[in-house]
């Protein structure tokens, strides 16, 4: 039988698993796939959160204990968090000694309603670093304006930083700045360079999904045509512009004191459109050193059925970039595109992380009167 996760990643694409919950801890799930599936990290953001502390009752006991100290709903959800994501790292363990600290990464994220707010962002990432107390976390930090300087502060402080929720290449070289900025000083700073690591989360799905609807309001034949093309042509750009920067003789200086590259990764691959086969998001984006964070279902797909491609990043640059040239012609402000997804973006993150709350609340105050 033919093992397709083991060739994606003999072809230098690790395989995350974009999902948490208690239950997948307390029953053994994370660690099978980590054994069986070539899992090697996890990413969480707050809708994730969301689900699992609103679908299960896995959290009862800590919620009562909780509610007996008369905690606050905003520490009670950190705690929560940071347990599972503690014991996660604990699980994902053996993959980042494996890896010497590549791999093996578990992420956690800022609360998304600092995501312009410089000073507390990092403030929270120091918190969480502290919380967690596990050398293969990563804190995510939002890619918008104010998380920029953020990136680079928690960073200087010798923190692990996947940057998420970049949909630009110019924000993403901004993004790219800041880590290289970052690791400049916590080199400084006198950290071990070697021990510091970040991913960018360059996502995927949602540019589809926001430009093919444009593509279908202006209603041409040439429109329509290049539906699903943007998002692949997006990051394939992004992997053109890492190879760039990541070439460089500022680089290279980081890279011999022991710094590993931020490696970019593709967030947000499970298809929305049903007309689109359920791996193409994975089978398009081969690349050496990158991510590819999926959803168990996308995992299962492309252990399935999928098909390993190589160079199906780099040897497409030329039809990426005719791509963007063709949705321009046809009249798709990419600029716009990307502002609404971001501003799309903080805002779900902000209203879940409000339903993760409002539901933490209610389970305390029933707790408290048990």
């Known amino acids: ?127 969480l670093w502290w919380l967690v107390d596990r050398p293969n976390v990563f804190i995510k930090i939002p890619a918008t304006l104010a998380g920029l300087p953020a990136i680079t502060s928690t960073l200087a402080a010798g923190i692990s930083v996947n940057v998420t929720l970049i949909f630009s290449l110019e924000r993403y070289r901004a993004v790219m700045e800041a880590f290289l900025a970052g690791l400049e000083q916590a080199k400084a700073n006198g950290h071990d360079l070697s021990k510091i690591g970040s991913v960018a989360s360059f996502f995927v799905s949602r540019v589809d999904t926001e430009v093919d609807k444009r593509l279908d309001k202006i209603g041409t034949d040439e429109a329509k045509a290049l539906k699903g093309k943007a998002a692949i042509a997006n990051a394939r750009l992004a992997y053109e512009a890492y190879e760039e920067v990541f ?36 089978e398009e984006l081969i690349a050496p050193g990158t991510v590819n964070t999926m959803p168990e279902s996308v995992i299962m797909a492309f252990a399935d059925h999928g098909t390993t491609k190589p160079g199906s990043i780099q040897n497409n640059y030329a039809d990426a970039k005719q791509v963007f040239a063709d949705l321009a012609a046809a009249g798709i402000d990419f600029d716009d595109v990307v502002k609404v997804l971001e501003e799309e973006g903080v805002e779900k993150f902000e209203a879940s992380w409000k339903e993760l709350l409002e539901h933490v609340d209610k389970s305390l105050k029933v707790g408290s009167s048990v």
Do not use: C
């Open 1 to 127: 039988m033919t093992d397709r996760l083991a060739e994606l990643s003999a072809q230098g694409v690790a395989v995350w698993l974009d999902d948490l919950s208690r239950v997948r801890l307390t029953s053994g799930s994370l660690d099978k796939m980590r054994r069986e599936q070539h899992m090697v990290g996890v990413t969480t953001n707050p809708s994730i959160f969301q689900k699992a502390l609103s679908d299960a009752d896995a959290y009862d006991e800590q919620v009562r204990d909780l509610a007996a100290q008369r905690v606050t709903v905003e520490e009670a959800v950190r705690l929560m968090t940071a347990a599972d994501v503690r014991a996660a790292a604990d699980v994902m363990r053996p993959a980042y000694d494996a890896s010497n600290g590549v791999d093996g990464r578990v992420s956690i994220e800022v609360d998304p309603r600092k995501a312009h707010e410089t000073e507390s962002t990092v403030a929270e990432a120091k918190t």
């Open 247 to 282: 070439g460089t003789d500022r680089w290279k200086a980081l890279e011999s004191a022991g710094a590993h590259p931020q490696r970019p990764l593709w967030a947000s691959t499970s298809t929305k459109n049903p007309d689109f086969p359920d791996t193409i998001y994975v």
